[in-house]
């Protein structure tokens, strides 16, 4: 039994679970020395919010990030997460953009890109995977786990064998909302490996208090790689504590290797940024470390509970929230099962809310709702709710090919609507992403570079210099 390789998220799921994504790269880069002496398998740093944040609230520009901390790490494979067509943003693009996307991330320093989609509609993750193999990056592919009536053990191995014939390096069972159990993971990745021949990655979330236990048990069924978070911002939303594995492993066939005292100081390290983190109210420790067993009932990620919160608040409804979770379910099973993650958790539960709120189950529905209903999104799991879908969008013509399909390119046209703020090759992919946000940081880089050095502005056209 070779020993368990471990990806640590610190840099970036972690911090996402539990602190809104706001850790600054001025937090990572001291400790980068260290991370890069651990022999982690990769360490998970770039993609999923963190390109958002960056631009919308920490006025950092995502590709430098990404540059710093790869000349910061030279031994380590740093890892990324992708939506697959939605890229990181929440919107499928044309092929052009995806293609350079992958194709820039890697140039900046990117090793691994794990790329999923909310559906497990692999037609949407296609472009993704091949783009990640010709510009020659590590292609992983993860199926999004759920429980439904459609998502059995069968399910995901039969979907694991057409991951492996789409050319995947890795499979991930991307659990990101704790509910694969300890005896199921077990049994599900026993077969996994009995029906492919590729490595298998386990990310999960210690939501419901019992992802340390499901490590373990994907452990002792040859699981290849497992995500956890150094202790600091481990356990509860977000993934289990590096150093209690490494603990739990030493002396046994699985033993890490790692060395637990490199482990402490960076531990020591990363507590004061979590305090910084609490301090300024992204983090509270109360809510992310509580067990919150409910996650298997009601199968709410914990960022997907936060927006149910939100939305209720707002509307002054709190004393509606156990309605809104025990409706959930319901119209998960009214949209044919899709996995609760990024786009598909938001437009349940919005349409949850909508659903108690309004009185009448789809009185009011969201563009969203149509959009997924419509087969926007891709391929449902499973048959949707026939009156439902007649309710919600009448006669709308259905989509049974892939949504890319219908998108012509778009990215001369991005480039030519962001010329005058433009420095890097970059640039124009911050602006596809997030049109809006990304206009508001190049202006605020432009006056930070004037106050730098007036002498670089242009007079004559009002520009700064690429």
Wanted: charge should be neutral; hydrophobic fraction near 40%; glycine fraction near 6%.
């Amino acid at each position: 039994m070779a020993k368990v390789k471990i990806t640590d998220t610190i840099l970036r799921d972690a911090h996402q679970s539990q602190a809104a994504t706001r850790m600054r790269l001025d937090e990572m880069l001291p400790a980068c020395e260290k991370l890069d002496k651990v022999g982690y398998f990769s360490l998970e740093c770039w993609g999923g919010a963190t390109f958002d944040s960056c631009l919308r609230f920490l006025n950092e520009d995502p590709w430098d990030r990404l540059r710093q901390l790869r000349k910061a790490l030279p031994n380590t494979k740093l890892q990324m997460l992708l939506r697959g067509q939605n890229i990181l943003g929440y919107k499928h693009y044309a092929d052009d953009v995806v293609d350079y996307f992958v194709k820039k991330s890697i140039d900046n320093g990117i090793d691994i890109i794990r790329t999923f989609d909310a559906l497990n509609d692999l037609r949407n993750m296609e472009k993704a995977v091949k783009a990640t193999k010709a510009y020659n990056g590590i292609a992983e592919v993860a199926m999004s786990y759920t429980t439904s009536p459609v998502h059995t053990e069968e399910y995901f191995v039969k979907l694991a064998q057409e991951v492996e014939s789409m050319g995947a390096d890795l499979i991930c069972i991307k659990d990101m909302a704790g509910l694969l159990l300890p005896y199921a993971a077990y049994s599900l990745i026993k077969k996994m490996k009995a029906h492919t021949k590729l490595p298998i990655v386990l990310h999960t979330h210690n939501t419901a208090g019992t992802g340390s236990m499901t490590i373990l048990k994907a452990i002792e069924a040859g699981v290849d790689v497992v995500d956890t978070a150094l202790s600091p911002l481990g356990g509860g939303t977000s993934q289990p504590a590096t150093e209690s594995l490494v603990a739990v492993l030493k002396g046994t066939e699985y033993d890490t290797g790692f060395d637990e005292n490199l482990l402490a100081q960076l531990a020591e390290h990363f507590r004061g940024v979590a305090e910084r983190l609490t301090k300024d109210g992204w983090r509270d420790p109360d809510k992310v470390l509580s067990v919150n067993a409910k996650a298997l009932q009601y199968q709410v990620p914990g960022g997907m509970l936060s927006n149910l919160i939100g939305q209720l608040k707002q509307a002054n409804a709190m004393d509606k929230y156990y309605a809104v979770l025990e409706e959930v379910p319901r119209v998960r099973k009214d949209f044919g099962y899709p996995p609760l993650v990024t786009p598909t958790s938001q437009i349940v539960g919005t349409q949850a809310v909508m659903n108690v709120l309004g009185g009448e189950r789809y009185k009011m529905v969201t563009k969203e709702s149509k959009g997924l209903l419509k087969g926007e999104y891709g391929r449902l799991p499973a048959p949707v709710n026939e009156e439902v879908r007649k309710k919600c969008i009448g006669d709308e013509k259905i989509i049974t090919h892939r949504p890319a399909d219908d998108i012509p390119p778009e990215l001369e046209g991005y480039r030519k609507e962001i010329q005058q703020y433009s420095q890097q090759d970059e640039d124009v992919l911050s602006y596809a992403l997030f049109p809006q946000v990304a206009t508001k940081y190049f202006q605020w880089r432009q006056a930070q570079q004037l106050k730098a050095d007036p002498a670089a502005y242009d007079k004559k056209d009002g520009t700064m210099p690429v």
